[in-house]
């Protein structure tokens, strides 16, 4: 009789050997009798019935590796528990005869590799790892692969395997790494070495850098891990070309070369290419099509990527990628249909699943058995300053809420799905649809017109006040057919050619040319796609993303709004939208109401008509609302981006701790799981939530002085522009206003006498003369000084003095900021005369040198020149140091060593009297 299906006479546990034999043979190795072994027939042999030392009976297989006895195979009928044979196993593994002995790799007297096997279910443990424990695995390894685990147990006998390795890994480098990268990356580790599960979840907002986590952690593992081979699983083929450009560009910790300098890095073209890759790259698809022996192109293919199975696919052995071909499987945005019907592809690899997601839903969190190793949320990433906050903008028509009706013996339009040939036909019967039909079975095009006429009318005066280029949209559509009626009317609505607005689909001609233009083009606007942008692709300057389509998933959901939540470097921003300053902020456009489903968690700014300074004063009476509190973290975290970095610190000292701290608290205040957890045991939920927020609140409510400069940066920041006001000429004359000159004096003369304990510069200035006031201490100044509502210069400042007190005051046409030094002192009554600081440097010079010559000392061309450049420096930055040596432009004669060559032995000592001299 052939096959399984003839032997079913047979005794269950020989019909499990009939399937071990085949499954070990599949596996590469030679599967033999005791009385016909023979060690030369391959890498890897397989015995039956191997004869034990007395006591501990035969072995169903003792599996020999190189010609050395490695192993032990416990055969049970299908359906025995195996964990319950384990005992059993041991005692073979343990119970060498002596002759076999001789010939065998033990670790602590046993065999270090034990099975136990039923033909349907397999178990394996490891003598080699750390307390060895056995885990179900779905094929034999390959011999070549258990040679492969000796030979780095020989290497390393301290940390032999992978599952040794992770206890020891390196500190982690986290100067380049956000805060949630770090978590993530420590959450990861810290389950690999506990190896308390078999998979990691990472929860991250998106924008928050989950690629660049996960090719830092495959570095580490690679490197330091005892890993050999990582699948890194992509939504989508046209991803897997970025996270390849992530690989690359990644610069290494230690050495500073790139990734793909040290690793192979490949995207996944067929099982046999596998073996000279460290990173492999796909969509899990594609994975399943090399499983089943099938042929891979590198191009994108929408059928093959978007392709969902009805049902759970069946996986079988493929010894040219077999289960032991990966030690780690990153799966990101791990929140799609694999855990379901895709779950046999995952589960055949044995390797650490890591899963990263945004969004996880209950089907994730089961696969990954509830270790979620680390948590982000978007509002966080907000208050870090990692992603932007949203508005939400919606756009209503008659059609899209309700439908429409075409009577019979209209005469419409049919367009042929497949060849797109349109032709006329009259209709028999009414034509009665509904919303949900709209842009599938029927197109409206006064619809589609009117939402887009709509967006383009209340673009500058709603929804992007104030500006007058169009943002960064990108459009999301039903199918390619109505994204290629949407791009043909947003041309038309706008006015604008082929270059303002573009359908970027796997079907549009070179779409990733079309996806890099978007990112880096100041004329391409515009973008509408279906789903080739929905997840994981970055365009940083996106400011608004528009529904034309629902979408009933909140994972998906979410990943579409993350395209518009990146930040961006102002310059950059400014590079492709001109008329933008900082991105602050992007806007959702719902034409369809996919932002009323219950899902979809509402923007942090949720109090629009509310002030920054409304808020922070209820902040100071401890009354914000929940609404208000997300509210003001919206506001800050803003402003945060809005901020040069010497205002950050500012800003930061004046709170005592980085306010960005301050905004995360909020943040974890208004979230339902900090909230939950707080009032857990509390009486009264209401007064522990209003307890929870006060305490985020505190950190402003209890900082006046704060809550003030966050208002005078704000007001520096933002400027209002009047489009609605028409102005009229009343007159024009010149004119010297004494009595506004007399209040900016009074007013600058209360600021000294006000700051005097509190700025640096007044200090040094007023009270401790003998000291020298540094360039770091006056720019200080001068930035306190520049906001509103003082907003002064020091031009303003020397002008206010100039009407008042032409005779004593000098003139000049331009001032530096080391006037304010010049200010201070004759405010002060230090100085007589109000002279311009650089003049009055140049005359103290020459003061210094006619009296070095009458003292004998005379200086050569070449030191003059030295000499004539430091006090240049010191007129416009109040003094010099030796650092200041080694900038132009003294580089171009040798820096410090030049001036120590030319001046000779008194160097120090003409630089000492220069700042003392000239600075007095």
Not at 757 to 767: C, P, V, W, Y
Not at 768 to 777: G, L, P
């Amino acid at each position: 009789m052939d096959g399984i299906a003839g032997n079913q006479r047979l005794a269950a546990e020989q019909r499990a050997r009939l399937l071990i034999d085949r499954q070990l043979a599949d596996a590469g190795w030679a599967v033999q009798d005791r009385k016909a072994m023979n060690l030369f027939a391959g890498q890897g042999v397989a015995v039956r019935e191997a004869v034990m030392a007395k006591g501990h009976g035969r072995a169903d297989y003792l599996l020999y590796v190189d010609r050395k006895a490695v192993g032990v195979i416990e055969a049970k009928p299908e359906g025995t528990t195996l964990s319950g044979v384990e005992w059993q196993s041991a005692r073979y593994a343990e119970g060498l005869p002596a002759e076999v002995r001789l010939k065998a790799l033990t670790v602590d007297g046993r065999l270090p590799f034990v099975f136990e096997a039923s033909g349907s279910e397999t178990h394996f443990t490891n003598g080699f790892d750390p307390q060895p424990r056995a885990r179900r695995i779905f094929a034999f390894p390959q011999p070549r692969t258990l040679a492969r685990i000796l030979r780095d147990a020989d290497t390393d006998p301290e940390h032999p395997t992978w599952r040794a390795k992770v206890r020891q890994l390196p500190p982690l480098d986290t100067a380049p790494l956000r805060p949630a990268q770090i978590t993530a990356i420590q959450g990861i580790e810290r389950s690999l070495a506990q190896q308390r599960f078999d998979r990691s979840l990472v929860q991250m907002a998106t924008g928050a850098g989950k690629t660049y986590t996960a090719v830092t952690e495959s570095y580490r593992l690679l490197k330091h891990g005892g890993f050999a081979r990582i699948l890194f699983l992509v939504d989508r083929n046209n991803l897997a070309d970025q996270t390849l450009a992530e690989f690359q560009n990644y610069r290494t910790p230690d050495d500073g070369r790139r990734f793909t300098e040290l690793y192979n890095v490949d995207k996944l073209t067929g099982a046999g290419m596998l073996r000279s890759s460290n990173v492999v790259i796909s969509t899990i698809q594609r994975v399943y099509r090399a499983l089943s022996g099938q042929q891979i192109t590198d191009q994108d293919d929408p059928g093959l990527d978007n392709f969902v199975p009805e049902a759970p696919v069946t996986v079988t052995y493929n010894r040219h990628l077999p289960p032991e071909t990966f030690d780690l499987v990153i799966v990101d945005e791990a929140h799609r249909s694999i855990y379901g019907v895709w779950r046999g592809v995952l589960e055949y690899f044995d390797a650490h699943v890591a899963g990263l997601t945004a969004t996880p839903g209950k089907q994730t969190f089961g696969f990954f058995r509830q270790n979620l190793v680390s948590e982000y949320t978007y509002p966080q990433s907000v208050a870090d300053r990692v992603n932007v906050d949203f508005d939400l903008y919606r756009i209503k028509t008659q059609i899209s809420e309700q439908g429409s009706r075409i009577d019979a013996g209209t005469v419409v339009p049919k367009v042929d799905r497949r060849t797109r040939v349109q032709r006329l036909e009259q209709l028999d019967e009414d034509l009665e649809y509904t919303s949900k039909q709209l842009d599938r079975a029927v197109t409206a095009k006064a619809q589609i017109r009117l939402v887009l006429e709509t967006f383009r009318d209340k673009l500058f005066t709603e929804i992007f006040p104030g500006r007058t280029t169009v943002p960064k949209t990108l459009i999301f559509c039903k199918d390619d057919a109505h994204a290629e009626e949407v791009v043909t009317t947003v041309r038309e609505v706008f006015g604008k050619g082929n270059d303002f607005a573009t359908k970027i689909t796997y079907s549009a001609k070179d779409p990733k040319g079309q996806l890099q233009a978007f990112r880096t083009s100041a004329s391409l606007r515009i973008a509408v796609t279906v789903d080739m942008i929905a997840t994981g692709t970055d365009v940083k300057p996106l400011e608004c993303v528009f529904f034309l389509r629902d979408v009933r998933s909140a994972s998906y959901f979410e990943q579409m709004k993350g395209r518009g939540a990146r930040t961006i470097a102002p310059a950059d921003f400014q590079a492709v939208t001109p008329d933008a300053t900082e991105k602050t902020r992007f806007v959702i456009v719902d034409a369809i109401g996919v932002t009323e489903h219950d899902f979809v968690d509402p923007p942090l700014n949720r109090e629009k008509g509310v002030s920054l300074k409304q808020l922070l004063d209820k902040a100071a009476a401890l009354t914000l609302t929940e609404a208000e509190t997300a509210t003001l973290a919206s506001r800050l975290a803003a402003l945060q981006l809005q901020l040069t970095p010497a205002e950050q610190v500012e800003l930061d000292q004046v709170a005592g701790t980085p306010v960005r701290d301050i905004v995360r608290g909020l943040v974890d205040a208004v979230d339902p799981d900090t909230q939950a957890k707080a009032t857990v045991d509390a009486a009264d939920r209401g007064a522990a939530v209003q307890e929870l927020l006060d305490m985020a609140v505190k950190p402003l409510a209890s900082n006046p002085e704060l809550r003030q400069r966050i208002l005078e940066l704000r007001q520096a920041h933002d400027r209002i522009i009047d489009e609605v006001s028409v102005d009229t000429l009343v007159d024009a004359y010149g004119v010297v206003d004494t009595s506004r000159a007399r209040s900016i004096v009074e007013s600058w003369e209360a600021y000294l006498d006000e700051h005097r304990d509190e700025i640096t510069a007044i200090q040094l200035l007023t009270e401790a003369r003998e000291r020298r006031i540094s360039f770091t201490d006056i720019k200080e100044l001068a930035e306190r000084i520049g906001r509103p509502p003082r907003s002064w210069t020091p031009d303003l400042l020397w002008s206010a003095y100039q009407a008042l007190d032409a005779d004593h005051v000098r003139h000049s046409d331009r001032h530096t900021l080391t006037d304010l030094v010049s200010l201070i002192r004759f405010t002060v009554g230090e100085d007589e005369r109000l002279v311009p600081y650089v003049e009055r440097v140049r005359e103290r010079y020459a003061a210094w040198l006619l009296q070095q010559q009458q003292a004998g000392a005379t200086f050569s061309k070449t030191e003059r020149w030295w000499l004539d450049r430091m006090v240049e420096v010191i007129a416009v930055s109040a003094g010099i140091s030796p650092d200041d040596l080694d900038n132009a432009p003294f580089t171009e004669r040798g820096g410090i060593d030049g001036a120590i060559r030319d001046l000779g032995p008194t160097a120090a000592s003409l630089l000492y009297q220069l700042n003392t001299e000239l600075t007095a």
